[in-house]
Every structure is written in structure tokens, then in C-alpha cells.
């Protein structure tokens, strides 16, 4: 890697990172030596780079920096072309279009050299088994998550019961056969999974969830951590 691209790369590594990212795990990822990412980063705040932190402490970026977009490189490219082939074989209804437009977008700004790496891509994914047939709009569950409101959900589980219960969404979680809204419910006084093509009706509520998602997304976390943790003491 030319001194430039890991300049550039220390940036983007510290951009993705809340947290102070050490010399050493700088060095790791750019497989070079911490005293090569040392004068590196000195280089950086000679040339007014807002990073802050010293040797040894870790390194922060300050979050109102904005770069000048680079060109992706061949690896960059290939790895959102494959994540945009899975998103767009999910059969969601806003963003499995949404990510063959993005795919359309790129190939337009990259470089004719790089047009292949899109047109023909080396990496795929599998297809979704089947089609999954839903009533409430999985876009209606990410407008809950973002706007931090609760929902009512009418649901049908496995067994045929069918329940109102109203829940806290978290997150909408994709898998290659099925959406599943996690979420903390009232009534179970517990996280839930929520299969979408299970949910007979979701309304959302003009109530606030009442707790800020990042400890409440930790909460979820933890708990599913200790769940598997459980599953794998009984196996």
C-alpha cells in the first residue's frame, strides 16, 4: 500500500470508530508497524487532520471532518457489490430496489476499468428460498426504529395463537428466509423476535419509547449474548 492510500485509510478507519483506536490496532489492520502508524498520524495533525489522543492512549477523529470523497477501490467496490446483491435478493419492497439503484450510481461514477467489478461481479450471493408473503410493510418497521415510537403489533405465532401485545422496536433484522422485528415487548416484560410474515397488523402509537436506544440496543445485546450463552451450556 503506497504511503497516500494509508494515509487516507488511517482517516477512514478512525471516521468509522466512536472510540479511541489504538497505534497498534491501526497497525494491524494496515499491516505495518506502530512506529510506520506513529509518524503517520503525526503527519496527519501537521497538516490540521482534527485527530486527537497521543501513543498509547488510542486516536479519535473529530466528527465534523469532512473528507473529499475518494474513488473506491477494487476491494471497496466488490464488497458493496456484494452486500448490495444480498440486500436487493431480500424482496423488500423499498430497499431491494433501492440497492440495485445504488449499484447503477456507482457504475456510473467509477472508472471504466473498474465497470467489470459491477457488471461482473466475482462474488454472489445466494437467492432467497421463496418469497415471503407479509401484510405490514417492513418499511412502516424502520419509520417505528427511526422515529423511536412504539407500535401495536397483532401477531400470529407458531402455534396459531394470535396476540396484541405493544412493543419497543430495536431493530429489523435480515436473514436469507426471513425479516424478524426485534423489539422489547410490554406484556412479556422482555425482548421478543417478531417474525414480519407472522404480524397481521402493526399501528404506531404517538408514544415515545421510553429509553434511549443505545443502552436499550446494549440491553438487547446482552440479553441475546446470555441466551445463546444458555443454549450452548445445554448442548
Excluded at 477523529?61 to 477501490?73: G, H, I, N, V
Excluded at 471497496?76 to 423488500?92: N, P
Excluded at 397483532?154 to 419497543?168: D, L, P
Excluded at 436469507?176 to 414480519?196: M, N, P, S, Y
Aim: glycine share 4%; charged share 25%; hydrophobic share 45%.
Amino acid at each position: 500500500m503506497r504511503r497516500a492510500e494509508r494515509l487516507f485509510q488511517i482517516i477512514q478507519i478512525l471516521r468509522r470508530s466512536t472510540r479511541p483506536v489504538t497505534g497498534a490496532a491501526l497497525a494491524a489492520e494496515l499491516e505495518v508497524s506502530t512506529r510506520t502508524v506513529y509518524r503517520d498520524v503525526a503527519d496527519l495533525m501537521a497538516q490540521r487532520v482534527p485527530i486527537t489522543g497521543a501513543a498509547g492512549l488510542g486516536y479519535l477523529l473529530a466528527a465534523e471532518y469532512d473528507m473529499p470523497p475518494l474513488m473506491l477501490t477494487s476491494a471497496e467496490l466488490e464488497a458493496v457489490v456484494l452486500g448490495a446483491q444480498w440486500v436487493a435478493g431480500r424482496d423488500d419492497k423499498l430497499l431491494s430496489p433501492a440497492a440495485r439503484d445504488v449499484l447503477a450510481k456507482i457504475a456510473t461514477a467509477v472508472p471504466a476499468h473498474l465497470r467489470p467489478f459491477i457488471a461482473e461481479p466475482s462474488t454472489a450471493t445466494e437467492p432467497s428460498l421463496n418469497d415471503m408473503e407479509e401484510v405490514v410493510e417492513t418499511a412502516s418497521l424502520r419509520d417505528a426504529i427511526r422515529k423511536r415510537l412504539k407500535l401495536r403489533l397483532q401477531y400470529c405465532a407458531e402455534n396459531g395463537e394470535r396476540t396484541e401485545r405493544v412493543v419497543w422496536p430495536v431493530v429489523l433484522g435480515y436473514s436469507d428466509t426471513k425479516r424478524v422485528l426485534i423489539a422489547w415487548c410490554e406484556t412479556q416484560q422482555g425482548f421478543r423476535h417478531f417474525r414480519t410474515d407472522r404480524m397481521q397488523a402493526a399501528e404506531l402509537l404517538d408514544q415515545p419509547i421510553g429509553e434511549p436506544r443505545g443502552p436499550l440496543l446494549r440491553r438487547w445485546e446482552a440479553s441475546r449474548s446470555a441466551e445463546l450463552a444458555e443454549t450452548s451450556r445445554r448442548a
